[in-house]
Structure formats: C-alpha cells, structure tokens
C-alpha cells in the first residue's frame, strides 16, 4: 500500500519566488483533489480533476496558481510569485469513483507540503 | 461553508467510549455523513460514513438520527492514539461533479491517561 505520496515534504522560499509541488495518488485512482489547510483551521478546497480533466477550481485559487495532472496519473500545483499568504500545508487526495449514481466517495490523503514564503 | 457544526473540543479517558456529536440539519436526500480525522502533522483519513442506516466498521461506529439531522461517531475505547482532530462531513454522493468534501474546524479530541 504506497499511499498517496507528495514531494517534498517542506519547502522554503522567499516572497515572489515560483513553486512548484508533486502529488503522486493511489495507482488507478481517477479522481485527485488539492487542498489547502492553515494553522488551526480545516483543509479548504482548492481544485480537482478526474483523470486529467479538471472540474473545479475554487475561487480561493488565484491566477498565481495552476495546476495540472497530465495523462491522468501524477499531479503538479505551482504558485508564481508567491506571497506570505500563501504559506501554508498544501495537501493532496484521491479517490476512485467508478459508477453513477448513489456511489460515496473515499479521499485517501498525502501528508502534504509545508510551504513557509518568507 | 460547511454544513455542519460540531464541538470545538473534548476530553475522553483512555479506555472509555468517545462520543463526538455534529449536527447537519439542512442535510440533502442524495447527501452521506463522513468522518475523517487528522492525527497532528498528517493528512486526515477517513474513518467511517454513512446515509441512513447506523453504520460500524473497525474503527468507529456512525450513529445517524432518524431525520438524518444529527450524527454521532463512537470510538468505543478510546486510546491516546486517537487524539486528533475529528471532522463530521457532509457531501454528495461520488456521482456528482462536485465531488469535493467541505471541512469545517472540527472537533478536537484530546484523550488522557
């Protein structure tokens, strides 16, 4: 069982640098989903795709973000010119939904990056 | 927002049943009750969910009222392990675009020797 996995772990980065995180999810799982949690406070959707189309975007997700998942498989979430605000756990799921209708959904999580924008 | 409220903490003795209540009066037909919890420093992972039946599995119990407007998730011997943060959820089912889950601050739980 190799989990969803995240790289890296910690990042530090001064004000206006770009970063760039990794998000590997459980093999075969289609959904993948992006959350953003700070201190004290629960994880706050940001994005998710099935496969490698995606669906949503909060609105929490300024232009300074994208993210992309190409072939369906792993995921990467860059920030441009990131700020202090944006220092945060960035934390990644997944999840299998296979069939229409009356289906729940189980998110299985990484441990997430911690990002420190000096 | 989320559509649930829950305790901000609470203390359980080891060994005894932790019982964490959340309230989701405005739940949708189509809507599951999920538990999750966050152990400090990590991602949350899933417990338990349910519709409208009561629910167990190897780790907890999901009591669900009648009217679906309440839920209560049992920890029947609480060990010290289990002090994390506990979010009562409330989402539709995968079949939806939506497919997103919405955290509230959750309950935290502290459980002492």
């Known amino acids: 069982d190799t989990g969803v996995s995240q790289d890296p772990r910690h990042k530090i980065t001064k004000r206006g640098q770009n970063v760039t995180f990794r998000c590997d999810p459980i093999?075969?799982?289609?959904?993948l989903y992006w959350y953003r949690q700070t201190l004290g406070q629960g994880p706050e959707f940001l994005t998710y795709?099935?496969?490698?189309?995606?669906?949503?975007k909060s609105r929490l997700l300024s232009d300074r973000f994208s993210a992309e998942r190409p072939k369906g498989s792993f995921s990467t979430l860059e920030i441009q010119r990131t700020e202090q605000g944006d220092s945060a756990m960035y934390l990644c799921?997944?999840?299998?939904?296979?069939?229409?209708?009356?289906?729940?959904?189980?998110?299985?999580f990484g441990s997430g990056t911690q990002l420190s924008v000096l | 927002d989320a559509k649930t409220t829950q305790p901000p903490s609470m203390d359980c003795a080891e060994g005894r049943a932790a019982n964490l209540p959340c309230n989701h009066s405005?739940?949708?037909?189509?809507?599951?009750v999920y538990w999750y919890r966050q152990i400090h420093s990590q991602g949350p992972q899933y417990i338990i969910h349910?519709?409208?039946n009561n629910e167990t599995n190897e780790m907890a119990s999901l009591i669900i009222t009648e009217d679906r407007k309440s839920s209560t998730l049992i920890l029947p011997h609480a060990t010290l392990r289990d002090t994390a943060v506990y979010y009562c959820?409330?989402?539709?089912?995968?079949?939806?675009?939506?497919?997103?889950?919405?955290f509230g601050q959750g309950t935290t739980l502290q459980v002492k020797p």
């Open positions: 795709f099935q496969n490698e189309a995606q669906l949503e």
């Open positions: 093999s075969e799982h289609n959904r």
């Open positions: 959820i409330v989402s539709p089912d995968g079949s939806s675009n939506t497919g997103k889950l919405i």
């Open positions: 349910g519709l409208k």
């Open positions: 405005t739940i949708s037909g189509n809507e599951y």
């Open positions: 799921a997944s999840s299998l939904v296979q069939v229409a209708g009356g289906l729940f959904e189980k998110l299985f």
